[in-house]
């Protein structure tokens, strides 16, 4: 069995950092891809980063230069930076990854619980 588990949610004031951590456990092969959606109230569970096994990151616009990904390949981890944290970050964030269990022969997408962050003003 694969999982994935988030860490790093919380309550800050619009301004403030936090850094949100998922690490990938079980019976895994391999990991490609590693991404982190967000979903508010009301809303579509969007993308927010994501994270290629090479390194290669790209960005939702609205978090462009304020959020950074990163990722350790050797603690199956990813994380995300979250720097000048607005009202409108606020939403519970997930972690998704393409991972390859020891008794797949193929890549599954697998999804943690789920993290809150909310931004007060």
């Known amino acids: 069995q694969v999982q994935l588990v988030e860490s790093g949610g919380g309550l800050v004031q619009a301004g403030g950092s936090l850094r949100l951590s998922c690490a990938a456990s079980?019976?895994?092969?391999?990991?490609?891809?590693m991404r982190w959606y967000r979903q508010a109230p009301g809303k579509q569970r969007e993308l927010v980063a994501a994270?290629?096994?090479?390194?290669?990151?790209n960005y939702a616009d609205s978090v462009k230069g304020r959020f950074t990904i990163s990722r350790d390949n050797a603690k199956n981890t990813v994380y995300l930076q979250m720097n000048n944290l607005k009202p409108e970050d606020t939403a519970v964030y997930y972690c998704?990854?393409?991972?390859?269990?020891?008794?797949?022969?193929?890549?599954?997408?697998?999804w943690g619980q789920g993290t809150q962050v909310t931004v007060s003003s």
């Open positions: 998704n990854a393409d991972i390859r269990s020891i008794m797949d022969s193929y890549h599954n997408d697998y």
């Open positions: 079980g019976t895994i092969f391999s990991i490609n891809d």
């Open positions: 994270i290629s096994s090479a390194g290669s990151t």
